[in-house]
């Protein structure tokens, strides 16, 4: 037998997708048995089950497995898994013109979208963040996704509250709004009912019996299971009802759930009571009207005539008027019941009816504790299953969809001579299976045939839930189902009372026999009375006319939308970086990181950083000779790679503590005399190792409104230069040329020439191809334009001005010391703001990357750095890079360099790749960010401002890591630039911060 | 053979009753890349591409462009189908202005407030006679027969303003009947064109195209109209303007007008204007 197991890394699918996948690949000839799915815990649980050896896999990984029969290649396995993958690829994504796809719902809604609704269907741990970024966004949501935790629902929802919106859900998967069928939905016709929902198969009943009477329904709005639980409070009913109040087009609201808790009971009573549209109550319980009743009662007080419901097919043999059925078992006993439900509703309310007349029932979801059943399923005396329960849609798609488990337990029932009759429930609709009755029916026909041959009629009562309009359509199904020997019901109710009926010999009862018992008991379809309108002027919710769907999640539901001629964007969604999930739904439940992360933008977008001097290290930073600062997180000279190694060594000779670099290494060992610290913890940044010296002259940037200040050194050039780990003599030589002329010369030039504007240099240079990472140019020269006239007019002798200008002349990079502080001083303004996930700063020091967060303070959050990928220069390779180094990240942090590659597609020379990539790239990066700059643009994005303000939260959620575009440095000190090329943090720095975050939420809400 | 490609669609109770049914041939009787119609039993029934205007008798689907449609379809089952395409219907919706109370105490858009309104119901107004107008916000049925068929085109612009007088008057809860039994007759004699017809038809039963819609639930609700009334205006050459300038006659708005470009042989009853300037 062959096997083939791989892992997938970062490929993904939603699980229904896959099942189906699973499900194709196993049904290919020679396949024995296959399975494609996401790599979490249970997945490869029930690998380990089906006998695979079981991969090293994290939950974000796709993991697949296939098994041929013998002497098979298991090729023929893999190309089925390639071609069944390719098939269930999604339609369009949401901004189809573009080539990034929306990652997150954030990023969907901010695509300048018009959408109602956001339909939240990604696995249960995974939904807050995405149900808050629609509310955020002013949005209303549904929450199909269940396994939400009862706290996250109640923060989602008094969020919503607050705002006026709508949370449908979650654990929500039946909703109509204009008439588009949201979830397990039926196609009904447009009408006078406000149908609220804490169940979907009692909404689809409810919605099938008004169809099929003619009457229709304005809007059917799920609200979740919970919801009327005491914890929850009915806050979601509460909101849906004063959507449909305010509706024009809703004469009446019609509430379906079981009992909400007595005090949420109450004070939705009064609620109701205060509205201008009448509400009835469809409470399903003990001793309480069924749904075919609570519709029959709706459609009199609206004046329809109730119809005959329809029925299909004729009960089996015997007319269960005509006395007792001979449906017995051998031993003269009645026979059993045996109810085989997908609906949950359904299977509630046939086991109030059969309660009430046959006495207790065993289910997996009794009406009470001790009849349940356990794991299997079986029991003597009479039962009925939900097959619709989580426990047994674990690892299987909903019985809605996939009919297999049913029908295994409809054969078992039917060979077993105890049975009496089956009933079971069809849900039609949206989403559902595209023909039930074609793998029921033959079932069904078998199941009949089989008790045939052992002497036994038995018959198979099914409710059939739809209307004429579905795409099963109605009448089809149970015409199908009604010729294979099974008596079709419209109405679940019906249906279980025509299969006590034929248990019992009684007659079902007559619709006024049920009137009266309905009257008899509680008066939980108590209509509020109808007040006057108020004087407010009530008005349609948007949500009401056919919103547009932003849907995130299984694509089986997106599907569905697009086939009733409804607008639906998809987002494009993965699972976060494993082990961030509760982090990020605490972050996202952070009440101050919104308006923390807007006063962040605005503080880092408001910046304008001037050149206003150039003064030695000394006088700028206060450092004395062995003072050292560098690039990147805090790290010591033991832990110190090659290039940062050399640059300590050369600015030891530099400042004097050394006769020469080399000398320099016993007292760096020391470290004696000798302090390290990293350049941004003063203030300062530094590109490559970074390292600053008492004797080095700093550009000084400051900010015209607060004053506030950052340095930079000046740029040596390119090649053997100090901040590459060089030390030579002319490595020296140039950097004493620096302070001796170079440095006095541009002092004179920018006080005599007054402040420069730095920002609005990086402003022109983005619209002249330089992403002021590795592409400085322009901007280099319009910093001469400048200065050089007053360094002419300096009085400094000519051969020096000469030198400096040919010098600043020939280093394309001399404007990145100006760029990197200019991104430190606008980021530096949103430091120390609580609550904001925004990355105030990104650096490496050769060994580690490390980032700071605003909400954070000053903790780095480092992991080892990873080696650039690009191009090399001569003779070099990768085995010659060091791993990432530099402070010049910054950029990036605010929105240049490989941010802002789209205004410079020349560097794909320099760095690799090709142009639509540098393209690609920036938009990609707007799936992480909070903002785009004002002011600096991109024109081949139609000036879109360049992406700002890096969100920890959405790099962990979407696994899209910033892009750096960097110079490589050699890892022997000494060597120099070996070349250029892209690189991304490690992904743990991100993990460590959102952590990080999620626990200072956690700190502040909790408390006195 | 070669696969069928099905079509969703959103429709109305009453188009999606007009497909249903065995399968029958019926005429295209006009086509373009956003919409096209066909004749069922003297109904004009369009399949509508995603950017055409919702009419109540169409077919909406989300198609940016139509598959090109021959001379004839067949309609039955609840679709519309030519070459291998089904246009099939998937999904109700309601055409209809619900009863709106809040229209009777509503504000009326004020004249002269904003220049593009006055300036469409201006040009709409230059080509209907002013008695005929007035005879229709008097709620006569003889303002019918000035009106109807009244300018060119699928949907002759006195025809709209009928139509948006229908549906606001229905929805404002005041007495309509009168003109929509004239409305009905005259359509029934042949007096107008087929789509025309057919869409007066409805609104003489409540539904009409969203634009008007969302004009008056804003009015309803007492928000302000403007952006609503802008996207109305920019239906069609005139068609907006002509409901626009129907709806307000229904809700008795005051409307500005402009005595400039009278033609000069006007009768004398024709220039008794019972409006107020």
Redesign the interface.
């Known amino acids: 037998m062959a096997e083939h197991v791989e892992v997938r890394r970062g490929s993904y699918a939603d699980s229904v997708t896959l099942m189906q996948v699973s499900r194709d690949v196993s049904s290919v000839g020679g396949v024995e048995t296959a399975m494609v799915a996401m790599a979490t815990p249970l997945n490869l649980e029930l690998l380990e089950d089906m006998g695979f050896e079981v991969p090293e896999a994290s939950p974000t990984d796709m993991v697949v497995a296939v098994r041929v029969r013998d002497g098979l290649d298991s090729a023929i396995g893999l190309e089925a898994v390639e071609s069944a993958l390719a098939a269930a690829s999604s339609g369009p994504m949401v901004g189809v013109e573009e080539d990034v796809a929306a990652r997150t719902t954030g990023s969907a809604l901010r695509r300048g979208d018009d959408a109602g609704l956001v339909l939240v269907s990604v696995p249960g741990q995974y939904a807050f963040a995405e149900a808050m970024d629609a509310l955020q966004a002013g949005r209303h949501v549904m929450v199909f996704s269940d396994n939400v935790p009862v706290e996250q629902e109640v923060r989602i929802k008094t969020e919503a509250d607050r705002r006026g919106l709508l949370v449908m859900g979650p654990d929500c998967g039946t909703a109509v709004v ?4 949201l979830g397990f939905a039926n ?5 006078p009912v406000g149908i609220v929902a804490a169940s979907g198969t009692g909404c689809q009943q409810l919605l099938a019996l008004l169809d099929a009477a003619g009457a ?1 329904v ?1 809007a059917a709005l799920g609200v979740g299971g919970r919801d009327l639980s005491a914890a929850i409070g009915g806050l979601a009913t509460r909101q849906a009802l004063r959507m449909l109040d305010a509706d ?2 809703t004469e009446r609201i019609v509430v379906i759930s079981k009992p909400p808790a007595p005090d949420v009971a109450a004070a939705l009573e009064d609620h109701a009571a205060s509205l201008g549209t009448p509400v009835q109550w469809a409470l399903l319980g003990p001793g309480r009207p069924d749904l075919t009743v609570a519709a029959e009662e709706l459609l009199t007080t609206l004046g329809y005539d109730v119809p005959t419901w329809p029925t299909w097919g004729v009960p089996s043999r015997r007319d269960c008027t005509s006395g007792r059925p001979d449906v017995q078992s051998r031993r003269g006993k009645m026979g059993l019941l045996r109810g085989l439900f997908c609906g949950g509703t359904l299977c509630d309310e046939a086991m109030l009816l059969t309660t009430d007349e046959l006495g207790p029932v065993r289910s997996n979801i009794p009406l009470s504790p001790e009849l349940a059943l356990d794991e299997s399923l079986t029991a003597g005396g009479h039962l009925m299953i939900d097959f619709g329960d989580d426990r047994l849609t674990a690892g299987r798609a909903h019985p809605m969809i996939d009919p297999t488990l049913r029908l295994e337990h409809l054969a078992e029932h039917a060979a077993d001579p105890a049975t009496g009759v089956l009933l079971l429930d069809v849900v039609l609709g949206h989403a559902a299976h595209p023909d039930p009755a074609a793998d029921l029916a033959p079932a069904i026909r078998s199941a009949r045939a089989a008790a045939a041959e052992q002497g036994r009629d038995l018959p198979v009562v099914v409710s059939c839930i739809g209307t004429t ?1 579905d ?1 099963q359509d109605l009448h089809r199904q149970a015409e199908a189902l009604a010729a294979a020997g099974a008596w079709v019901f419209a109405s679940n109710a019906q249906a279980t009372r025509a299969a006590l009926a034929l248990l019992t010999g009684h007659a079902p009862h007559s619709r006024a026999e049920i009137a009266e018992v309905a009257d008899r008991r509680s008066t939980t379809s108590a209509i509020s009375a109808r007040k006057e ?1 108020p004087d407010v ?4 919710e948007g949500l009401l ?2 919103p547009s769907i932003v849907a995130v999640g299984a694509d089986l539901l997106a599907d569905s939308i ?6 639906v964007r998809r987002v494009e969604w993965r699972p976060p970086m494993p082990g961030t999930g509760n982090d990020l739904a605490t972050v996202a439940a952070d009440p101050l990181r919104e308006n923390a992360n807007a006063e962040a933008v605005r503080r880092v977008l408001g910046t304008q950083a001037m050149l206003v001097d150039v003064v030695p290290a000394s006088e700028a930073l206060g450092l004395s000779p062995g003072d050292f600062l560098h690039a990147g997180p805090p790290v010591t000279w033991e832990l110190a790679a090659g290039p940062l190694r050399g640059a300590l060594m050369g600015a030891c000779a530099l400042e004097g503590l050394a006769e020469r670099p080399e000398d320099a290494v016993p007292l760096l060992e020391s470290g004696r005399g000798v302090t390290l610290d990293p350049c941004h913890h003063h203030g300062a940044v530094g590109p490559m190792a970074g390292v600053v010296s008492a004797s080095m002259w700093m550009f000084v940037l400051e900010d015209a409104d607060t004053g506030r200040r950052t340095y930079c050194s000046l740029n040596e050039g390119l090649g053997k230069v100090l901040r590459y780990g060089a030390y030579g003599p002319d490595v020296l030589d140039r950097l004493r040329w620096m302070g001796r002329v170079l440095g006095p010369l541009l002092q004179y030039a920018v006080r005599e020439t007054g402040p420069v504007d730095v920002t609005g240099i990086l402003t022109q240079m983005l619209q002249m191809g330089d992403e002021a990472h590795n592409r400085n140019r322009a901007g280099t020269l319009m910093l001469m334009r400048d200065l050089v006239p007053a360094m002419i007019a300096s009085g400094t002798p000519g051969d020096d001005i000469a030198d400096a200008v040919r010098f600043i002349g020939n280093n394309d990079h001399f404007f990145l010391n100006l760029a990197m502080p200019t991104c430190k001083l606008a980021l530096d303004a949103a430091r120390d703001i609580e609550g904001s996930t925004m990355v105030v700063a990104m650096a490496r020091n050769g060994t580690d990357f490390g980032i700071q967060v605003a909400g954070t303070g000053n903790t780095w959050f480092t992991a080892p750095a990873e080696i650039p990928d690009g191009l090399y220069l001569g003779d070099f390779g990768p085995d010659d890079a060091n791993p990432d180094i530099g402070d010049s990240a910054i950029a990036e942090t605010a929105g240049l360099g490989g941010f802002a590659m789209a205004a410079a597609p020349a560097i794909v020379r320099f760095v690799g790749g090709s142009v639509p990539d540098a393209l690609s790239t920036t938009r990609r990066m707007y799936e992480i960010t909070l903002a785009e700059s004002s002011r600096w643009t991109i024109p081949a994005l139609e000036f879109r401002g360049v992406p700002t303000g890096i969100d920890v939260t959405a790099v962990a959620r979407t696994g899209i890591l910033p892009q750096i575009n960097t110079g490589m440095a050699g890892k022997v000190a000494g060597t120099g630039q070996v070349g250029a090329g892209l690189v991304t943090p490690p992904a743990e720095v991100f993990t460590q911060a959102v952590a990080a975050l999620a626990a200072a939420t956690r700190a502040r809400t909790v408390g006195p | 053979m070669t696969a069928r490609t099905t079509v969703a669609a959103a429709t109305s109770p009453w188009v999606a009753e007009r497909v249903a049914g065995p399968p029958r041939t019926v005429p295209v009787v006009a086509r373009g890349s956003h919409a096209a119609y066909v004749d069922v039993g003297g109904a004009w029934i369009g399949v509508l591409a995603a950017r055409a205007v919702w009419l109540p008798c169409g077919l909406r689907t989300t198609r940016l462009v139509l598959p090109e449609a021959g001379d004839a379809a067949v309609v039955g089952g609840g679709s519309v189908s030519w070459g291998r395409y089904d246009v099939r219907v998937r999904r109700l919706v309601d055409p209809g202005v619900p009863r709106l109370p809040g229209l009777e105490r509503s504000e009326p858009v004020p004249a002269g407030a904003y220049a593009a309104y006055d300036d469409s119901l201006a040009a709409v107004r230059a080509e209907l006679p002013e008695a005929a107008l007035s005879r229709l916000a008097d709620g006569a049925p003889a303002a019918v027969d000035a009106l109807l068929g009244r300018g060119g085109g699928l949907t002759p612009v006195g025809d709209d303003v009928l139509a948006g007088w229908l549906v606001t008057r229905r929805a404002a809860g005041r007495p309509c009947g009168r003109v929509a039994d004239a409305v009905e007759r005259e359509v029934a004699a042949g007096r107008t064109a087929p789509l025309s017809a057919t869409l007066l038809l409805r609104a003489a039963v409540g539904e009409t195209i969203p634009q008007l819609r969302d004009v008056l639930q804003a009015r309803h609700a007492g928000e302000s109209v403007e952006p609503a009334m802008s996207r109305l205006l920019a239906v069609g050459h005139t068609s907006g303007a002509g409901l626009a300038l129907g709806s307000a006659l229904a809700l008795d708005d005051p409307l500005s007008v402009t005595f400039s470009a009278r033609p000069a042989n006007v009768s004398v009853e024709d220039v008794t204007v019972t409006r107020v300037v």
């Open positions: 204009g008439g588009l069928g196609a009904v016709r447009p009408g229709g304005s024009p087009a309009a795409p309108r002027q009530s008005r349609r006319d056919e697009a086939a009733q001629a409804g607008r």
